[in-house]
Antibody, heavy 117, light 108 residues
Framework: EVQLVESGGGLVQPGGSLRLSCAASGFTFSDFHMSWVRQAPGKGLEWVAKIKGDGSEKYYVDSVRGRFTISRDNAEKSLYLQMNSLRAEDTALYYC??????????WGQGALVTVSS | DIQMTQSPSSLSASLGDRVTITCQASQDIRNHLNWYQQKSGKAPKLLIYDASNLETGVPSRFSGSGSGTDFTFTISSLQPEDIATYYCQQYDNLPPLTFGGGTKVEIK
């Protein structure tokens, strides 16, 4: 069974940093693109970043490029999102999702990030 | 960036009704469109991929059609468990992958 479990969310002040993690199991992690998708409170879905299976290619939505870094450790079957220079508008539930090349076929339960003073 | 315009933003229908949601892309995306269901407090779930293919395990009352810029998602007979928000998502020209704004489906 495919499982994705996020961790690392929390409350952070504007300008601060946070690192999200996603532990994957139940599939060959290195075979798949992985993505982060976020959802602001009461809003729709927004794709944030994706990384190729071997980590060689990374892409970001314009609003986070230069502030967020996606990475992965295939030996540990883990996906990460390093978030720096956080803003109030980054407040959201962050989902780890399998996919990013075509479709997102499995999702985690989400990690809540709140940016507030 | 490709913009995805979904309509309506919300709808109310009776149990057993046929429900239709549309998604329009700002440019030709061929059949590179997926549909997701998100129930309250839960993660999204993939229902339809490549515009018309039913994901494994998804009930056959759900269907999708379309290509180019205009797409349709249909629930043939609305059930209580279908109460959710539905999103379309394109993957033709990325990054970024983009989602529609969502359609909230409620029971009348």
């Amino acid at each position: 069974e495919v499982q994705l479990v996020e961790s690392g969310g929390g409350l952070v002040q504007p300008g601060g940093s946070l690192r999200l993690s996603c532990a994957a199991s139940g599939f060959t992690f290195s075979d798949f693109h992985m993505s982060w998708v976020r959802q602001a409170p009461g809003k729709g879905l927004e794709w944030v970043a994706k990384i190729k299976g071997d980590g060689s290619e990374k892409y970001y939505v314009d609003s986070v490029r230069g502030r967020f870094t996606i990475s992965r450790d295939n030996a540990e079957k883990s996906l990460y999102l390093q978030m720096n220079s956080l803003r109030a508008e980054d407040t959201a539930l962050y989902y780890c999702a399998r996919g990013g090349k075509f479709r997102f076929d499995h999702w985690g339960q989400g990690a809540l990030v709140t940016v507030s003073s | 960036d490709i913009q995805m315009t979904q309509s309506p933003s919300s709808l109310s229908a009776s149990l057993g009704d046929r429900v239709t949601i549309t998604c329009q892309a700002s440019q030709d995306i061929r059949n590179h469109l997926n549909w997701y269901q998100q129930k309250s407090g839960k993660a999204p779930k993939l229902l339809i991929y490549d515009a018309s293919n039913l994901e494994t395990g998804v009930p056959s009352r759900f269907s999708g059609s379309g290509s180019g810029t205009d797409f349709t998602f249909t629930i043939s007979s609305l059930q209580p468990e279908d109460i959710a928000t539905y999103y379309c998502q394109q993957y033709d020209n990325l990054p970024p992958l983009t989602f529609g704004g969502g359609t909230k489906v409620e029971i009348k």
